[in-house]
């Protein structure tokens, strides 16, 4: 099935600015200050960005980038969730990465950045901005200081993704699993989490059977309690133990 990509015009024509639009500009711009790869640019260059950015609210479920798709460009996720995937050869998805509010995400050779033969796909409804090629490059070379954030950043992500590696070299699946809640309670500073089996299942390499069942077990052992597309954490040391299996 062939998914079309949503964002074909990344620059649009500038036109007489109406009072709902300065609204749209001001609320963007506020969202690009919040972005920690921006925040020692000064005003006038952060007003130039807002020109070459487009803002979109993206649903549940909608693809932003699919494998056939060839656009090279950045996406700023201000809100949301966007899960970073590839689809095995029969059909199993395969999460790459699980994208957080406040970081970037897209086809960007230049930095390292693929999304190449992948898909990236909304999973809580999201507030994106996204950038075109030519902007970024621009903006990395009048501003080195972004360039080096963007390298920390995806150098983090490398880390992260090797341990990942280890852990689905090392770990049972129990263990997986309880990490994973962990790791995404601390991200959302929050004990309940939105999110459904089959997700979790892709997030750590297992069967949706599999997962349901061991999640059967946690709440019987008083560690989670299950809801329809949410696990809420009960009881974190008891998870913590876990990761010891």
Sequence with gaps: MKIR????ALHKPRSTTLPSDKMVITQKQHYLLTMDIFRDLQPDVMERLVHQTEMRTCRRGQILYSQEDRAEVLFLLKRGRVQIYRLTSSGKRLELA????GTFFGEMPLLGESLRHAYAEVVEEALVCVMSRNDVERLMREYPQVALRMIEVLGQRLAFCEARLEEV?????????ASILLRMSN???GEELRITHQELGDMIGALRESVTKILDEFQ???LVELCRGRVTLRNIAGLKAHLEE
């Design 169 to 177: 070299a090392y770990r049972s699946v129990p263990a997986r699993l």
């Design 98 to 101: 699980n994208m957080a509010p």
């Design 220 to 222: 019987r052992e008083g």
């Design 5 to 8: 990509a949503p964002f074909v």
């Design 187 to 189: 991200e959302v500073q």
